[in-house]
């Protein structure tokens, strides 16, 4: 049984930060790349930031400068650290490991 969980996430004013995590467990987290998505009411799903098997990153236009992902493979968790955010940031966030395993997404609101 694969389990992935994403934490972290909560209302904070435009311009705070956010660290959101995403822990699974059931595999060996290290062998896989991870990936962040994100969704907003109505809008289609958007991939933010990649992290491969050796750490190298990747990241939507609309974030890149702002977002870093990282990796903690002792800890099989992925991090997502949201700085400069901003409204248009607001949506769920989703974790996915692997081409199979999604978490079940944790909520970030950005107000104004």
């Known amino acids: 049984q694969v389990q992935v969980v994403e934490s972290g996430g909560g209302l904070v004013q435009a311009g705070g930060s956010l660290r959101l995590s995403c822990a699974a467990s059931g595999l060996t987290f290290g062998n896989y790349a991870a990936y962040w998505y994100r969704q907003a009411p109505g809008k289609e799903r958007e991939l933010v930031a990649t992290?491969?098997?050796?750490?190298?990153?990747n990241y939507a236009d609309s974030v890149k400068g702002r977002f870093t992902v990282s990796r903690d493979n002792a800890k099989n968790t992925v991090y997502l650290q949201m700085n400069s955010l901003k409204p248009e940031d607001t949506a769920v966030y989703y974790c996915?490991?692997?081409?199979?395993?999604w978490g079940q997404g944790t909520q970030v609101t950005v107000s104004s």
């Open positions: 996915r490991v692997t081409d199979a395993y």
């Open positions: 992290i491969t098997f050796r750490g190298s990153t």
